[in-house]
């Protein structure tokens, strides 16, 4: 899985699928965040998102924010679709505004 730049519309995702599995419990595995996103009724893209990430377990959910956020990326005036792991079909125009 590429990382995402750190910009808006990654924060926008970010925050969004946050809301889903917000009530994990770390260590957890990708099976569990997406067992809670499911149980949640998150959204196609946010279930997307999850399907994305390897199998494995995440210690904390700043380990799983590492994994898919470059945070050594500079916000860029670019159209983040251009370099997104999840291309620009995913996500709805307003996670780019």
Same mark, same amino acid.
């Given at each position: 899985? +590429?990382?995402?730049? +750190?910009?808006? %519309? &990654? +924060? $926008?995702?970010?925050?969004? #699928?946050?809301?889903?599995?917000?009530? #994990?419990?770390?260590?957890?595995? @990708?099976?569990?965040? /997406?067992?809670?996103?499911?149980? %949640?009724?998150?959204?196609?893209?946010?279930?997307?998102? /999850?399907?994305? /990430?390897?199998? $494995? &377990?995440?210690? @904390?959910?700043?380990?799983?924010?590492?994994?898919?956020?470059? %945070?050594?990326?500079?916000? @860029?005036?670019?159209?983040?679709?251009?370099?997104?792991?999840?291309?620009?079909?995913?996500?709805?125009?307003?996670?780019?505004?």
């Amino acid at each position: 899985m +590429n990382r995402l730049r +750190n910009d808006p %519309a &990654t +924060n $926008r995702l970010l925050n969004e #699928v946050t809301e889903y599995i917000a009530e #994990v419990e770390y260590p957890a595995h @990708t099976g569990e965040l /997406l067992d809670a996103a499911r149980k %949640a009724d998150a959204p196609a893209r946010v279930m997307e998102v /999850l399907k994305l /990430l390897p199998q $494995r &377990t995440f210690q @904390t959910y700043d380990d799983l924010v590492a994994l898919v956020v470059d %945070a050594e990326g500079q916000e @860029t005036a670019e159209d983040p679709r251009e370099h997104s792991a999840l291309g620009s079909g995913l996500l709805p125009e307003e996670f780019y505004q």
